[in-house]
């Protein structure tokens, strides 16, 4: 059964691989192998490789560039897609940008800045796709990039094609009301600037995040969401808890809400830290901390 399932979903996607270790996929470079790993260039393939996960009753997992997620040691039994070809092109038309889901958010933060436009300066250093941003509203504690969205395009489980406008869209922090849904693409509205003033911007705040984040690690980005009125990181450093490592996992010495993979590290050691780091925030605070990144599989 696996061959058959195998051989239709090649004929149906760009590109197809079996028992394909999803480490090599994500920015914590942790995760088991996935049943099937398949990359699609156009719409026309994706709604061929949902309608195959429904026929076959396969789980179905969109990975972006593997930031933000945590994907458990023995994989993924299922179908992980990745958006590529047709779903990374982008393209401007004053000051709205038109961009697949699958696009480089670092590229289209340098690229907007090179326009001359303004809006997703605070979006610089956040690794992963555009898809992935809107999903998680990625962001700072001001600005969220879901303030930028004027509507998004998207597929749905049934593998039907929509267009949201923004009066159906609702954002809140680090949330957005798509889960049911695959994102393909998406149309921002940003402001014009001066280009100078736009880049220096930018390069200002990637220093800072630079300085204040363990950058270049083996990490999801932040793990738990701040609390309100609070910094998880803050609450996490008071509680003694910089520095910890199991196995080879370890809370950043630079930014406590990080965990780093040192080179050795499994889901299961990062699972223990964040364990722990419950446990001792909701003991000392009464603060029960929530997860920012997800948990794929076990």
Do not use: W
């Given at each position: 059964m696996k061959a058959a399932i195998a051989a239709h979903l090649s004929s149906a996607v760009a590109r197809l691989k079996t028992d394909e270790p999803l480490?090599?996929?994500?920015?914590?470079?942790?995760?088991?192998?996935?049943?099937?790993?398949?990359?699609?260039?156009?719409a026309v393939q994706l709604e061929s490789a949902i309608k195959l996960c429904y026929r076959y009753k396969l789980p179905l997992l969109v990975l972006g560039s593997g930031s933000n997620v945590l994907i458990g040691?023995?994989?993924?039994?299922?179908?992980?897609?990745?958006?590529?070809?047709?779903?990374?092109?982008?393209?401007?038309?004053?000051q709205y940008l038109h961009s697949g889901a699958g696009a480089?958010?670092?590229?289209?933060?340098?690229?907007?800045?090179?326009?001359?436009?303004?809006?997703?300066?605070?979006?610089?250093?956040?690794?992963?796709?555009?898809?992935?941003?809107?999903?998680g509203n990625a962001g700072s504690r001001e600005k969220w990039i879901g303030e930028l969205v004027e509507e998004l395009?998207?597929?749905?489980?049934?593998?039907?094609?929509?267009?949201?406008?923004?009066?159906?869209?609702?954002?809140?922090?680090?949330?957005?009301?798509?889960?049911?849904?695959?994102?393909t693409g998406a149309k921002l509205l940003l402001k014009k600037g001066l280009k100078n003033d736009i880049l220096m911007n930018v390069g200002a705040l990637m220093n800072r995040r630079t300085d204040t984040q363990p950058a270049g690690k083996w990490c999801a980005g932040s793990i738990f969401k701040n609390p309100p009125?609070?910094?998880?990181?803050?609450?996490?450093?008071?509680?003694?808890?910089?520095?910890l490592t199991l196995g080879g996992a370890k809370i950043s010495d630079i930014h406590a809400n990080f965990i780093i993979n040192t080179g050795s590290a499994c889901s299961r050691d990062v699972r223990a830290l964040i364990a722990i780091v419950h446990g001792k925030v909701k003991e000392k605070y009464g603060i029960q901390l929530e997860l920012e990144i997800e948990l794929i599989g076990e």
């Open positions: 480490n090599e996929h994500t920015t914590f470079h942790i995760g088991g192998p996935a049943r099937y790993y398949a990359e699609v260039d156009t040691d023995h994989g993924f039994d299922g179908v992980v897609l990745r958006l590529a070809g047709s779903f990374t092109d982008f393209r401007f038309d004053g480089s958010l670092g590229m289209l933060v340098n690229r907007s800045a090179q326009e001359g436009l303004y809006g997703m300066e605070h979006l610089c250093g956040i690794p992963g796709t555009l898809g992935g941003a809107i999903r395009e998207v597929m749905t489980l049934a593998a039907k094609s929509e267009i949201l406008p923004r009066s159906a869209l609702e954002f809140s922090y680090r949330r957005f009301n798509g889960e049911n849904m695959i994102l009125g609070d910094s998880a990181g803050r609450l996490i450093e008071s509680c003694g808890l910089k520095g």
